[in-house]
């Protein structure tokens, strides 16, 4: 795989992506949006990796969509990039893997828009968020107008969006838009010791939360409810629940193998 604005690294079962453009910030041109589809086809298929780490090379996580690629499109250009960067985010929000976004620097627009796609958001102290794409001319576009709100609820989703303002990581940390707030130079390890720790964990149980945290999101509750029956039934069927509650009865440690 051919990559030039993503990179893609390995450590034992986890995978970190780096969104590697530090001259312009991190911006998500398509040429970035399409290296980065083809990342997660990549660890979607990798049955090495468990658990990956999302983050930006140099002082941003990445600074929105790239602003000089959009100036000039017309209405059908710009409605293609929208739903060419909401099918990348949506692949990744929907990676049968857990992402945790290491946010670095900038997450402006598009990169506010990435983090929100992931499944845990750790923070440098400092990272700065905003949807600033109004005083662009324009709303955010690659789900920004979704998943705001379902992250920080409605009144707070919209006054960021309408103002535009960018707030700082200990502010995202109190509207809950962030997990935990980190020193810069402890970011990247804390992100990845978590991603192995959850790595550590019987995966296909880890990969059932987080289709049925995502599905409970969108439903209704007995829907939701029963979708976790599914789950839950399903994991009785997997050799990792047997050996998880064998070596907890045996007192021994367990061994899981993603089966
Ligand atoms: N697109 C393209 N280039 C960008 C960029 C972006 N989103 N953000 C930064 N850059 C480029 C700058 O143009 C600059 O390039 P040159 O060195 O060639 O001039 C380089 O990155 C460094 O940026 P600055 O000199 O501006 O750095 P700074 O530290 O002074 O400011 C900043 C940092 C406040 C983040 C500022 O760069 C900025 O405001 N960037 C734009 C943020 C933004 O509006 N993002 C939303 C984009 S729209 C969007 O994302 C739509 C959507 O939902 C899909």
Redo the contacts with the bound molecule.
């Keep these: 795989m051919e990559l030039k604005n993503v990179i893609l690294e390995k450590d034992g079962k986890i995978a970190i992506v780096t969104i590697n453009r530090p001259?312009?910030?991190n911006?998500?041109?398509s040429e970035t949006l399409k290296e980065l589809d083809l990342v997660v086809d990549n660890l979607e298929k990798d049955d090495e990796v468990l658990a990956v780490v999302l983050t930006g090379a140099g002082?941003?996580f990445?600074?929105?969509?790239?602003?000089?690629?959009?100036k000039d499109l017309n209405t059908i250009e710009g409605r293609n990039?929208?739903i060419l960067?909401n099918k990348v985010f949506r692949k990744l929000e929907t990676l049968e893997k857990p992402v945790i976004a290491a946010v670095n620097g900038?997450a402006?627009?598009?990169?506010?828009?990435i983090s929100m796609a992931c499944d845990i958001r750790l923070a440098s102290v400092k990272a700065?968020f905003?949807?600033?794409?109004v005083?662009?001319g324009?709303?955010?576009?690659?789900?920004?107008t979704q998943r705001l709100a379902r992250h920080v609820g409605m009144g707070m989703a919209k006054q960021l969006i309408y103002t535009?303002d960018?707030i700082n990581a200990e502010e995202a940390l109190r509207i809950g838009l962030v997990n935990k707030v980190i020193e810069p130079e402890k970011l990247l390890d804390e992100a990845k010791e978590m991603a192995k720790k959850i790595s550590a964990n019987a995966p296909i149980a880890v990969k059932l939360c987080k289709a049925a945290i995502n599905k409970g999101m969108q439903c209704d509750i007995d829907t939701g409810i029963s979708y976790e029956a599914e789950v839950f039934g399903a994991c009785f069927a997997t050799e990792d629940q047997k050996e998880g509650m064998t070596a907890f009865v045996e007192k021994r440690d367990k061994c899981f193998k993603n089966r």
């Excluded at 990445?62 to 959009?70: N, Y």
């Excluded at 905003?130 to 794409?133: H, S």
């Excluded at 324009?138 to 920004?144: E, K, S, Y």
């Design positions: 001259n312009a910030l911006a998500l041109n002082k941003a990445v600074a929105g969509a790239d602003i000089t690629e959009m990039f929208g960067g900038f402006l627009g598009g990169g506010c828009e700065k905003g949807q600033p794409e005083g662009l324009i709303t955010p576009g690659f789900g920004g535009g960018i």
